[in-house]
């Protein structure tokens, strides 16, 4: 037994009841994180709450790209849907739109990724805003046409597949539907430069590509001046002086034409 001292006075306590009145001062003043209970154990996956993989915004999906306005793609190759499209195998006048037979209908989708990939380098190439930038679509090379080569290539790629006169009629078909048009060129520079990549070759299909342009431009001093090129190469100078006279004719101060008169005149008075 033992005697303390409380607020009501001196009092005995029996050994246990000290070591009672110990334990509960103790837990009084004890901190109250070390009162907490221990943590349980961890709840099973199930149980948690998910845990988001990413930000709303990387969850969204990819945008498609615009769907292609067909009418203006047809208006700039100057076709219509069945270009691309094939003859529906069961209803009669009408096209599939889902058929994937006609190998054009990928390579018009690669020419529509193809011009959103130059429209999307403009504005960084010219130095320019977005909105300011100059923007491409398929009518900038078609033309109205579905071959957007230029037209001296064209009848190059003719005459030598085809030959000089199947090339010819060609020219005359293309000139017919599209003169006036923005599609093709159908100056006199047209037949003189294809004139002028044969000439050392092929003579004589010059002098009948010059005969056509001069058939459209009788007022053409340089298809004289590339038929007497012709001429020479067919050593027929004398033939080669008329037409350069003749250019001389229409105009007078062609250079190109005097210089070659000049020299073969003098060439010609050399001769025996």
């Not at 691309?84 to 390579?107: G, I, M, Q, Y």
Request: aromatic content about 6%.
């Amino acid at each position: 037994m033992r005697t303390v001292w409380t607020a009501q006075g001196p009092r005995v306590l029996t050994a246990s009841a000290l070591a009672a009145a110990l334990v509960w001062a103790a837990l009084a003043w004890a901190p109250v994180s070390a009162q907490e209970p221990a943590a349980g154990p961890a709840a099973p996956a199930s149980a948690r709450p998910p845990v988001p993989s990413a930000a709303p915004a990387a969850q969204a999906a990819v945008p498609r790209m615009p769907r292609p306005n067909m009418q203006a793609m047809n208006e700039a190759l100057g076709v219509t849907c069945a270009y691309c499209h094939v003859p529906h195998a069961r209803f009669k006048d009408e096209l599939d739109f889902k058929s994937e037979a006609n190998p054009k209908k990928r390579v018009a989708r690669m020419m529509v990724a193809m011009t959103a990939d130059i429209n999307a380098a403009i504005p960084a190439a010219v130095l320019k805003a977005s909105a300011e930038a100059t923007t491409v679509t398929c009518l900038t090379c078609h033309r109205g046409v579905a071959d957007p080569r230029p037209l001296p290539e064209i009848l190059t790629h003719a005459i030598e597949d085809e030959g000089l006169d199947d090339a010819l009629a060609r020219y005359r078909a293309l000139r017919a539907r599209y003169f006036g048009k923005d599609a093709y060129d159908f100056s006199q520079a047209t037949l003189l430069a294809v004139a002028q990549k044969m000439v050392e070759r092929d003579p004589e299909g010059a002098l009948s590509l010059m005969r056509v342009n001069l058939e459209f431009y009788p007022a053409s001093a340089d298809s004289y001046v590339m038929m007497a090129v012709a001429e020479t190469r067919r050593l027929d100078d004398r033939a080669a002086i008329v037409h350069l006279e003749k250019a001389l004719a229409i105009d007078p101060r062609h250079s190109l034409a005097l210089g070659y008169l000049e020299q073969l005149k003098q060439f010609t008075k050399r001769r025996p």
